[in-house]
């Protein structure tokens, strides 16, 4: 039961590390995509077409994710074999070697998590007007179509239920955080309708504190995009709280089963009629 405890424990954590990772590159992806419209609309006004554009923004974030994923698959082997030699005097045994599915499936998860919640954002630019020259109040992200949503989600979902090597675990916390982004949503758009309706009219404007002026009427004009960002960051921090929640669940959970007189010698391999 410790060990079965132990490798859910280590199944969750790795499904709370790719739904992290989804939330960080969409948010950065979407970042990056608002500090390069001006350059897209100057590129667009030296007559760069659409096609160029898109094309060089995805080469770019191709050889990104090339880069991020190698790092991160060879920061994974150092990291295995650390903890070898740190457990050398512990093991008789010699391990296996470490195979080249476990790098193979690390590459996968990053250039799924690029493409779904990455190049969606980054891909607008090419869209970006060259009338953002003269009117910088156009040519904006807007928000992904319903279509690009709904596949990155699958591709997300199917990426859950490969990390969580367990059906029923990965299904769980597919409809989990499903339904906890869904509640985030319905609770960030009630927020931003209030804020709207709040907003200091013409008359209290003058009244009012300068900076709250400005900032609920950037929030209220964007609504969208305020949602998306309320519940990724919501998201992200859930996964955060569960990650730390089911560590001390574990381990108390180690104390409540293991008596205080546990033997620390065991004899293995011995059969019921022995």
Not at 1 to 18: G, S, Y
Not at 83 to 100: E, I, N, Q, T, W
Not at 122 to 146: E, M, N, W
Request: glycine letters at 8%; hydrophobic letters at 60%.
């Amino acid at each position: 039961q410790t060990l079965d405890r132990a490798r859910k424990f280590l199944n969750l954590v790795a499904l709370l590390a790719a739904l992290l990772a989804a939330v960080a590159v969409g948010i950065a992806a979407r970042d990056f995509a608002n500090r390069h419209l001006d350059d897209c609309a100057m590129l667009r006004v030296l007559g760069a077409s659409q096609r160029t554009i898109a094309l060089a923004y995805l080469a770019e974030f191709t050889l990104i994710g090339i880069a991020a994923s190698l790092a991160g698959v060879a920061l994974g082997y150092v990291v295995h074999h650390l903890f070898v030699l740190l457990l050398s005097g512990l093991l008789d045994v010699a391990l296996p070697a470490p195979s080249a599915w476990p790098a193979a499936f690390g590459v996968g998860v990053g250039f799924t998590l690029l493409i779904g919640f990455g190049l969606p954002p980054v891909l607008q630019l090419a869209s970006v007007p060259p009338l953002r020259v003269i009117r910088r109040d156009v040519g904006t992200p807007k928000a992904a179509s319903l279509a690009v949503l709904l596949a990155g989600g699958a591709g997300f979902a199917a990426l859950l239920l490969g990390t969580s090597s367990d059906v029923k675990l990965g299904l769980i916390a597919v409809g989990g955080f499903a339904g906890a982004v869904a509640a985030f949503a319905v609770l960030s758009w009630i927020a931003v309708h209030v804020l709207r309706r709040a907003m200091p009219s013409a008359s209290t404007a003058a009244r009012a504190p300068r900076w709250l002026v400005l900032a609920t009427r950037q929030v209220a004009a964007r609504p969208a995009f305020a949602v998306l960002q309320v519940s990724s960051l919501a998201v992200g921090l859930l996964a955060l709280m569960l990650l730390v929640l089911l560590r001390t669940d574990l381990i108390d959970s180690w104390r409540r089963v293991t008596p205080p007189d546990a033997p620390d010698r065991f004899v293995i391999n011995v059969q019921p009629d022995q």
